[in-house]
């Protein structure tokens, strides 16, 4: 791969992350604090968890692809409770640094081998488009939480 060919996996890339980002405030905006953090049964997410989870997930995956180290809490991601403002902040911010890295993303980024915390390495095209894959199936997740929010008795 070229260096030009780079430049389109990346804007490509930026594109799809850049819309889950844009799919999950339209999903936040006008919703209270209860609903945020509401989880439909013991064992599962809110709709905060979700959003923390995935950009904690995605901010450490771009960031590997890079060969940049990353300090992750991944376990606090799991108990974040917050607001439809401070969300969107958060979505806000991952734009920001998405765009950072993606703009500085290399032929080599994106075809050499790259390790993630204690995974397999795997080439970084790799890493990126399964980590839009989890980004969408939380998406998705947050879709459904909302329904069933809205839908009880």
């Known amino acids: 791969?070229?260096?030009?060919?780079?430049?389109?996996?990346?804007?490509?890339?930026g594109a799809l992350f850049h819309s889950v980002h844009d799919e999950m405030r339209?999903?936040?905006?006008?919703l209270d604090h209860g609903s945020i953090n509401?989880?439909?049964?013991?064992?599962a997410n809110s709709i905060a968890v979700l959003i923390v989870h995935t950009l904690g997930s995605e901010r450490e995956?771009?960031?590997?692809v890079r060969k940049l180290t990353t300090e992750r809490d991944r376990d606090a991601e799991f108990k974040a409770e917050s607001d439809a403002e401070d969300l969107v902040a958060l979505l806000d911010?991952?734009?920001?640094?998405?765009?950072?890295?993606?703009?500085?993303?290399?032929?080599a980024d994106l075809?050499?081998?790259r390790p993630r915390?204690?995974?397999?390495?795997?080439?970084?095209?790799?890493?990126?488009?399964?980590n839009y894959g989890h980004a969408r199936e939380h998406l998705a997740q947050i879709e459904?939480?909302?329904?069933l929010y809205d839908s009880r008795t």
Request: no cysteine; charged share 25%.
């Open 111 to 113: 075809t050499e081998m």
């Open 144 to 147: 459904l939480t909302k329904q």
């Open 38 to 43: 509401w989880k439909p049964l013991p064992l």
């Open 26 to 30: 339209k999903q936040v905006r006008g």
């Open 61 to 64: 995956m771009i960031r590997a």
């Open 93 to 107: 911010q991952a734009d920001r640094e998405l765009g950072e890295h993606l703009g500085a993303l290399t032929a």
């Open 117 to 130: 915390g204690d995974r397999p390495p795997k080439p970084g095209l790799e890493w990126l488009a399964s």
């Open 1 to 13: 791969m070229d260096e030009a060919a780079a430049r389109t996996v990346a804007t490509t890339i």
